[in-house]
């Protein structure tokens, strides 16, 4: 059965995706058009590539901090430098090694630009700071920055969607007004279950959405103590505020919610039994939806 996918963010919680993505290739189900955010647009990029579960589950499986986090020089020779520089660089890490790496895997399935793939089968969103929008990678690439769709690099697409706040640096684009800095498109929609329908909501074919949370009418209470966890707490109501606007009663029922507990969005040094629940989540939770999609 063909469908369409959307995936949400979430850092490394986007492991239960390749859990779900197993039952769904066991299921005999095919994504014409994926969507996603962040982590999810990751995902995404993969799957339009070419890429199966099995082939997610061996590349990601083994993936550390250390092949993400690129830290600039001075911060290498001098590291309590970090925390001074990152005021001016908004970003602990580059993120050029993400990029790297995603561009060595999308390579390997021969796409490198947007015009490799079949034409509107992938959409990612970002965030541009700059100019307040929220920015659909390559939709809007040419009215916003004059930039030719087709020339765009696949990679660096998803290296922007997946620049969480604070963490990676924001990527420049020059555009019409001036340059503009991108971020995570989490910012702006964390679950953009909405591309694939019409100004009508009408759909060219099924969608498939998966979202890392749990449904938004049993979302847990945040406990707020100082700060840091005001700022958590705040970018996290922000997310689900846009998104559930779009997130029906009727939208639930294509929608597989995968809740991820005790996993932080940037906790890389998880274990391998860790990982592997995560996967195990994801499968769990894409058989039950199945059994009522099916219905």
Known sequence: MNIDGVFSGGGVKALAFIGALEVLDENDYHFRRVAGTSAGAIIACLIASGYQAKDLKKILFDLSLEKLTDEPLPERIFPFSKWLLLYFRMGLYKGNRLENILEKWLEQKGVRTFADLPSGSLKVICSDLTLGKMVVIPDDLKDLYGIDPSTFSVAKAARISAGLPYFFMPVKLHGKKGKSLLVDGGVLSNFPIWLFENEHGKRKRPILGMQLSDPPDELPEQKIKNAIQMFHALFRTMKKAHDARYISEDTSRDVIFI?????????????????????????????????????
């Open 259 to 295: 809740p991820v507990k005790g996993i932080e969005t940037t906790d890389f040094l998880m274990n391998n039994e860790q990982k592997e629940k995560l996967i195990s989540i994801g499968k769990e939770k894409a058989e039950q939806f199945l059994w009522r999609w099916k219905k």
